[in-house]
């Protein structure tokens, strides 16, 4: 839904009149995003993915002298976590150096919000945008014309990879709520003609509806879709159940904003009957990653440097992020709250940059032991959920968790063993398990899928 205009009007208006808003405030979003900067990039991006190793680690330490030299300078929360630290900013000069500098933690980015601006910008001329967590209050985010076009042309070098352009006319699953709630007729998508795109309401997803959103899809050609994946899953699995099949399909399936868990992914793959990849980025543009044909994820090392800090009783590393594109705002060490797992070998799509094999979850995805510790990669248990139609696993007593499935045909004693013994293998036996079938999974208020809920009381 347009912010700048009133709700009311904008729900009372006719459709035609809804997608011309939509078409507007697509044209104002791209003349941000789709800049003179972006084009130059993408084609630099698409060429340096190619680089050598040598090449990437020269890029990279350059980058990383520049932009600590450049935060000490002109930031004031940097001057003084590094003056406090002890920190000589001139000695800073590769990656291996960072590990001299302290992390940088969500809390204290939130705290120190207005200190985390570049004196050598005016805050006026900036770009504001807000992080999307699934938990705790957003935080305010300020790019340049440049550093925005920049992560845009990373996220569309990612498409690229997948034969697509920015002319392909494409779906989302987002959350944007294009539709008055009380609607009970299709259309159940607005468009945005001036960018190719049409929103699909994603809270119009229901029993009800499903059987018009896929006569829709079929009507229509889409070269992908692209968006949330917990909801085009839920969209797969209530076609699934309903016998619907999609035959004009599109290209492609790219998905962001949120971990693409396995089951996830097979279900939205065989049911759409199409490749799914995705990307994982963030507001703060702290760090990219994308995957490649063979579906690893690689750093995208033009705009950042990844560490990943092992965690104790855990094959995940903790995800430390320092990015250089957005010098008005920059994340030096950011502990972001996710995890992944580092791929050994080099990929065999001849990329040379990092790679990981998944991004696991996010640091939020525990359940609390009962002597009060945090057991964390809690979603990974549901990689093993093969015949759950929706899963979560569920908390409210240190000690006690409850999985929430929805079953799809075939589930039975078997999925409930696997899981029992994959969740006992990484959070014990101590901790009691039950099983709630049920028909619905609550979403959350922004429309999203949980893996993992845990409302214990610190
Ligand atoms: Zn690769």
């Not at 309401?201 to 899809?217: A, F, G, P, R």
């Not at 962001?256 to 507001?283: H, K, W």
Request: aromatic fraction near 12%.
């Amino acid at each position: 839904m347009p912010d700048t205009l009133s709700e009311k009007i904008y729900y009372k208006a006719p459709v035609f009149v809804q997608n011309s808003i939509f078409t507007l405030q697509g044209w104002k979003l791209a003349r941000k995003r789709y800049n003179p900067f972006f084009y130059k990039y993408l084609e630099q991006l698409k060429r340096m993915q190619w680089w050598s190793d040598e090449q990437i680690k020269l890029y990279q330490d350059k980058n990383i002298m520049m932009i600590v030299r450049h935060a000490y300078d002109t930031v004031p929360f940097y001057r003084q976590l590094y003056d406090d630290n002890g920190v000589d900013v001139s000695r800073i000069k590769s990656t291996s150096d960072l590990k001299h500098l302290p992390v940088v933690t969500k809390k204290m980015v939130k705290e120190k919000n207005h200190d985390m601006i570049s004196s050598a910008f005016k805050k006026g001329s900036l770009i504001k945008g807000l992080t999307s967590g699934t938990t705790g209050a957003p935080v305010t985010i300020y790019q340049t014309a440049e550093s925005l076009a920049s992560q845009w042309a990373t996220w569309w070098r990612h498409k690229s990879r997948f034969g697509l352009t920015i002319m392909d006319r494409h779906l989302t699953f987002g959350s944007k709520i294009p539709v008055d709630q009380s609607q009970s007729r299709t259309p159940y998508w607005r468009s945005d003609f001036l960018n190719n795109r049409v929103y699909l309401s994603i809270y119009h997803i229901s029993k009800q509806t499903v059987e018009d959103i896929v006569d829709y899809l079929n009507s229509t050609n889409f070269d992908f879709f692209t968006g949330w994946p917990s909801i085009m899953y839920v969209l797969a699995a209530l076609m699934e159940e309903s016998k619907l099949r999609l035959y004009n399909r599109p290209k492609y399936i790219v998905t962001g904003s949120e971990v693409l868990l396995p089951a996830y992914e097979s279900l939205i793959s065989r049911v759409f009957g199409v490749p799914v990849t995705e990307q994982y980025g963030m507001a703060e543009f702290a760090g990219n990653m994308s995957k490649c044909e063979h579906g690893n994820f690689h750093e995208d090392f033009e705009c950042c440097f990844v560490e990943g800090l092992p965690i104790d009783g855990s094959d995940c590393h903790n995800l430390i992020l320092t990015g250089w594109a957005n010098l008005c705002m920059p994340f030096i060490r950011y502990e972001v709250g996710d995890y992944g797992t580092p791929l050994e070998q080099c990929c065999p799509c001849g990329r040379e940059s990092k790679c990981f094999v998944s991004i696991d979850g996010r640091l939020e995805d525990f359940i609390v032991a009962p002597d009060g510790r945090k057991i964390i990669g809690m979603a990974s248990v549901l990689k093993h959920a093969k015949n759950a139609g929706q899963i979560q696993i569920y908390q409210n007593a240190a000690g006690k968790v409850e999985f929430r499935i929805v079953p799809a045909p075939g589930f039975g004693e078997d999925d409930i063993e696997t899981l029992t013994r994959e969740f006992q293998k990484r959070a014990g036996r101590e901790i009691e398990i039950s099983f709630k079938i049920t028909d619905k999974i609550e979403k959350t208020s922004s429309g999203k899928l949980k893996a993992v809920i845990s409302e214990v009381p610190e």
